[in-house]
């Protein structure tokens, strides 16, 4: 407990932009006092309406359950690998929940969640199955959701209802399943995708991503990927315009539009086969120094999750400072000298 706590003062003492900072720990032992909840629905309940409430879910043991999001509000985990991957934080825990619900309200005093950012969250059940993020519902009067960030989450895919607005991003996230059904205006960014992608409205963008079940872009501006050649026919590597500068491993015909094909399959990443899922780790994902998928993007730069301008980082770490180490010497006169390490991020 101690621990967590001294991870989150060194991070509220960075953040002051925000209202109010709130803290849900669920760890036995902490008292739910002040500005620290026992559960998600409490810290969200308290939260404001009217202006922007950062929560963080602090590391545990004990996941956190399904969480409903109706206002607007920052939520930040711990990241997730964070026992695989150097320089994660001194608390080695996750914060999961099994599924998160973005959705507004048709209460009196309606709210809505348009504009909310999510950072370093394990969307996993305690049976160790991927959940998912889920934007809008299939009712009109519960109003639109827009504009929502996914950053650095590991998840099983995004599901997007009726009612579920676009300009959303989601980005360096590692993501089990399939991305389809997209909403106008959306941006997949430096995401891991170990399932397929299929667009969906107009004006998406796929960039720097790694996607091992084939794409069908549906007019989806993609480019600086890494895709495999899909098992059907309806997932295989498009020649079209507005798909250009990527690798397609496992393609065969003559490429156009600057995309590059292999079947050298076994070359791309650092290790021949990355996907491990009894044993999953991000890191495994870096191009091999021989990798054809070097200089293969848009002017020269590298295909893949890490390149770009914003690209990938490990175990999904938030971009905020986090206890490095830990030390906590022998009592002594009433006192117990502690050492702490923060580093930046």
């Given at each position: ?151 650095g989450c590991l998840f099983n895919t995004i599901i997007r209802n009726t009612y579920g607005g676009g300009n959303n991003l989601i980005k360096r996230c590692f993501i089990i399943g399939d991305i389809n059904n997209l909403a106008s205006n959306t941006v997949i960014s430096n995401c891991i995708i170990l399932g397929s992608f299929t667009g969906g409205s107009t004006n998406n963008l796929v960039k720097n991503c790694i996607i091992f079940g084939g794409i069908t872009p549906n007019s989806a501006v993609t480019y600086n ?121």
């Open positions: 407990m101690k621990k967590t706590f001294f991870t989150l003062i060194a991070l509220l003492v960075c953040i002051s932009s925000f209202a109010t900072i709130r803290r849900v720990n669920n760890n036995p032992g902490v008292i739910a006092t002040g500005l620290v909840y026992s559960s998600f629905s409490d810290a969200h309940l308290a939260a404001s309406s009217t202006v922007v409430d950062t929560i963080y879910l602090e590391p545990s043991d004990i996941s956190y359950g399904g969480i409903n999001i109706n206002k607007k509000i920052v939520l930040i985990g711990s990241g997730y690998f964070l026992d695989k991957n150097p320089i994660t934080p001194f608390d080695k825990r996750s914060t999961k929940v099994s599924g998160i619900s973005i959705v507004g309200t048709n209460s009196p005093t309606t709210t809505n969640p348009t504009g909310t950012v999510l950072y370093g969250l394990t969307v996993q059940s305690d049976n160790g199955l991927y959940g998912n993020i889920t934007f809008g519902t299939s009712v009109t009067t519960f109003g639109i959701t827009s504009d929502i960030s996914v950053i990927n890494i895709i495999f050649q899909g098992p059907t026919a309806t997932l295989s590597f498009p020649n079209e315009s507005n798909v250009f500068n990527n690798v397609c491993v496992g393609c065969t015909s003559t490429p156009s539009f600057n995309n590059f094909f292999t079947t050298a399959t076994n070359t791309i990443f650092q290790v021949a086969e990355p996907r491990i899922l009894d044993d999953l780790w991000d890191e495994r994902f870096k191009l091999a120094v021989a990798s054809p998928a070097k200089t293969k993007g848009v002017n020269g730069v590298d295909c893949g999750v890490f390149a770009g301008p914003d690209p990938y980082v490990l175990s999904g770490i938030p971009p905020f400072p986090m206890i490095s180490a830990f030390t906590q010497g022998p009592t002594s006169g009433g006192n117990i000298p502690i050492t702490i390490s923060i580093k930046r991020n």
